[in-house]
């Protein structure tokens, strides 16, 4: 399975002290690591301008070589960096992306073993989350790992993320659930399907999704806004929240 795009639905439920969700489409760029050279058509560059495109200096890592950069950041949690690698994210759309969160997944056998989380806030910090995972024989992939970053006004920078994870040809499912003291506080779950990572799926996905980079953005202002005239308590990042920790 070489590049591919995944495109569904995501969805957002907060769970306390009020409930309030929202839904909107999305699709993710699913990178193979071992294949950069062919990232690249018509309408998709790497590392140039186009209608879509993808630079890894988006990304972890100083290199504008995303597999160097992928390499370097497994060593530094003493992972195994040989292992297949795929990177699924958001790609740029017109020059511009905000990525909330991309996933770095070291394979074995055709499934994901290892789960890297790269989170973005938008008060300019970054942090790494790695994400052991347990594979059930149905293909369910099971993983935590303990919050350190602000993020939303609305949560503070402490809780644990679990991961629910399906990975395979077909498409991608992913539900991440925050918890703090072993209570749910927000369901985030995406769920899509393959398209092929050719000029025809770049321009459907361009015309369906024309504005998604500047929406995820906008999106998450207006919902903030909206939960903000709810009075629901205001918490403030941390200096460490406001650096690229990778």
């Known amino acids: 399975m070489s590049h591919r795009y995944i495109e569904g639905q995501i969805m957002h439920q907060r769970l306390v002290p009020l409930r309030h969700g929202f839904t909107y489409d999305y699709f993710f760029l699913d990178i193979d690591l071992q294949s950069l050279s062919t990232l690249k058509h018509r309408m998709f560059s790497h590392g140039a301008f186009n209608w879509m495109g993808f630079d890894a200096r988006d990304h972890f890592g100083s290199s504008s070589d995303l597999f160097q950069n992928a390499q370097a950041l497994c ?56 994400v052991p995972l347990t594979c059930k024989d149905s293909g369910l992939c099971q993983g935590e790992a303990r919050k350190s970053m602000y993020v939303s006004p609305f949560f503070d920078y402490e809780g644990c993320y679990r991961f629910d994870l399906r990975y395979d040809e077909e498409g991608m499912e992913l539900k991440l659930l925050l918890e703090r003291d072993g209570t749910p506080q927000l369901l985030a779950h995406f769920k899509g399907a393959s398209l092929p990572f050719e000029s025809r799926s770049t321009r459907a996905l361009l015309c369906r999704h024309t504005f998604l980079s500047l929406f995820v953005v906008t999106r998450t202002l207006w919902q903030s806004l909206r939960l903000w005239r709810k009075k629901l308590p205001w918490h403030s990042p941390r200096s460490i929240d406001q650096i690229r920790r990778f």
């Open 75 to 130: 060593r530094s949690f003493d992972l195994d960096e040989t292992l297949p690698m795929r990177f699924v994210t958001l790609p740029r759309i017109a020059g511009f992306v905000f990525n909330p969160i991309s996933l770095l997944l070291l394979m074995h056998q055709d499934r994901p073993r290892h789960l890297l989380a790269e989170v973005h806030n938008y008060n300019g910090g970054r942090v790494i989350y790695e």
